[in-house]
């Protein structure tokens, strides 16, 4: 399937007014969380102007009403503000694949949307395509190929974990951000080795300290620190230090990250030193004038080197974080 199928994008006829009420909201649609404040926002626009887009729906023959591809916000608004008609463009009802893929690409993921929603539709169209590549998937539904990749890693969650994603109040609601972060530290490998290890404990664990802000976690970008100091302990062979350390650190409130640190494995001191050489060649690098160094071919192949030297250490750190 390509995304430039013209067959996933049915062509509108001319807008018509139909009642709010025989409309209803796609079951596949990728956002489902429609928070309070930027809906007060449109709310008060539609009030003063009235809808200026019409909304993109089809008529469901099984529901035998007309379901929404494009404008669930406005027709929200809508109802709230009592208007008894609403614009539409009716195109023609696409199967379930195309309604997905559909759907994706007319709401194209933004910054603000929260991804949950976005992966349980991309569950729908892996099992209704039985496509599990990360790169083809992205190709069907125009979305980044890391974005696949973090949703299919809040897929792996328990159904609890999932619907403190999907909770209604932005307060109370755990961003995804958390179980991505976490992922890397729930499903490596010398971790789960470890006798006294259970997912979904220790899941729960981490969530209470994250919660708590002062339980020794203090940001998602925490566990990121976890996973060096125990991948670091694994090749000194101090795996099971690590393991003890881990497990008190799990269930005792006062202890700190820096309780993972073992000094033997330790590479902090390390990477200060390799951050402050950084920095000081990049500033060096920022000042130089190009044209002058133009005819310096051993200086232009170090720095060729160095970017090839560059790309493959993130690439393997990124590797290590999936």
């Known amino acids: 399937m390509s995304t430039s199928d013209h067959s996933l994008a049915p062509r509108p006829v001319q807008p018509k007014l139909v009642r709010t009420n025989s409309l209803e909201a796609n079951p596949y649609n990728p956002r489902r969380l429609f928070d309070k404040e930027p809906l007060a926002v449109l709310r008060s626009s539609i009030k003063k102007v009235g809808i200026l887009v019409p909304l993109t729906v089809y008529w469901g023959k099984k529901k035998k009403k007309y379901i929404i591809l494009d404008g669930q916000r406005r027709w929200i608004c809508a109802q709230e503000l009592g208007l008894r008609d609403v614009p539409v463009n009716i195109v023609a009802e696409p199967s379930v694949v195309q309604n997905i893929v559909t759907m994706f690409q007319i709401h194209k993921l933004r910054a603000d949307w929260e991804l949950m929603p976005t992966a349980l539709t991309l569950a729908i169209l892996m099992k209704e395509t039985k496509e599990e590549s990360d790169r083809r998937l992205a190709e069907i539904t125009g979305l980044d190929v890391a974005v696949v990749s973090r949703c299919k890693k809040l897929l792996s969650y328990p159904k609890k974990y999932q619907d ?40 729960r664990r981490m969530l209470e300290k994250y919660r708590d802000g002062k339980s020794g976690l203090k940001a998602v970008t925490d566990f990121r620190l976890m996973k060096q100091h125990i991948n670091n302990a694994r090749k000194a062979g101090k795996l099971q230090e690590v393991s003890r350390r881990l497990r008190e650190f799990v269930f005792d409130d006062t202890l700190t990250l820096e309780h993972l640190n073992i000094p033997s494995a330790d590479v902090s001191a390390s990477a200060r030193r390799l951050t402050g050489a950084a920095s000081k060649f990049h500033d060096a690098l920022k000042s130089i004038d190009t044209e ?30 999936k």
Do not use: C
């Not at 991505?180 to 010398?190: F, G």
């Open 164 to 203: 403190m994603m999907l909770e209604s109040d932005p307060s109370n609601r755990v961003k995804a951000d958390f179980f991505i972060e976490l992922y890397v530290v729930r499903n490596d490998r010398a971790v789960n080795s470890m006798s006294w290890f259970k997912r979904n404990k220790f899941t």
């Open 292 to 321: 002058r160094y133009l005819g310096e071919e051993q200086f232009w192949k170090a720095l060729e080197a160095l970017r090839d030297l560059i790309t493959e250490k993130l690439r393997a750190a990124d590797r290590r974080m």
